[in-house]
T-cell receptor, first 111, second 114 residues
């Protein structure tokens, strides 16, 4: 059974700092997604990572994928308050279509 | 706005009752997915339909059922409701299974069981 684990689950940081959220998964997969969720809101797609070594950047967020290590990272650069949200990684099981989500990382950025 | 429409936004009902949640996918999307989000279980995949046919099943209880209609909208039926069914239910859609695009999520239906 595919397990997806995020680390850390809670992160409180100051504006201007850098930090990384880690996402480990237990079995082979060829697609990994990052989503953002604001409190009480829907999930917003951030990145789709499709191959080993894939790196995608949008603003202060950069995501990467290492399929050999079964690891994805979401790096936040010079954090700003607007990035406060819960971030989920999700993996698709090869040959299936169901997304398996990590527990989510609740990120709080303090002024 | 993801283009995925879910109704109702909120639903309050009692134990033992039955409810129907509705989802209209984005224009052009043929695949619909249902997820349950709760504090203790996190985000869990329930079921997927593609062009009217069930494609994948996850941790969906026997008391729950779903279908996708010819116009591609989908309904999730929850019956014999229990307190533990209180959760946020999301619908997502994508063009098709296997396509390298994200699933787009609706705003969810918040179900509260009293």
């Amino acid at each position: 059974e595919l397990k997806v684990e995020q680390n850390p689950l809670f992160l409180s940081m100051q504006e201007g700092k850098n930090y990384t959220i880690y996402c480990n998964y237990s079995t082979t997969s060829d697609r990994l997604y990052w989503y953002r969720q604001d409190p009480g809101k829907s999930l917003e797609s951030l990145f789709v990572l499709l191959s080993n070594g894939a790196v995608k950047q949008e603003g202060r967020l950069m995501a990467s994928l290492d399929t050999k290590a079964r690891l994805s990272t979401l790096h936040i650069t010079a954090a700003v308050h607007d990035l406060s949200a819960t971030y989920f990684c999700a993996v698709i099981i090869q040959g299936a279509q169901k997304l398996v989500f990590g527990q989510g990382t609740r990120l709080t950025i303090n002024p | 706005d993801s283009g995925v429409t879910q109704t109702p936004k909120h639903l309050i009902t009692a134990t033992g009752q039955r409810v129907t949640l509705r989802c209209s996918p984005r224009s052009g999307d043929l695949s619909v997915y249902w997820y349950q989000q709760s504090l203790d279980q996190g985000l869990q995949f329930l079921i997927q339909y593609y062009n009217g046919e069930e494609r994948a099943k996850g941790n969906i209880l026997e008391r729950f059922s779903a279908q996708q209609f010819p116009d591609l909208h989908s309904e999730l039926n929850l019956s014999s409701l229990e307190l533990g069914d209180s959760a946020l239910y999301f619908c997502a859609s994508s063009v098709a299974p296997g396509v390298n695009q994200p699933q787009h999520f609706g705003d969810g239906t918040r179900l509260s069981i009293l």
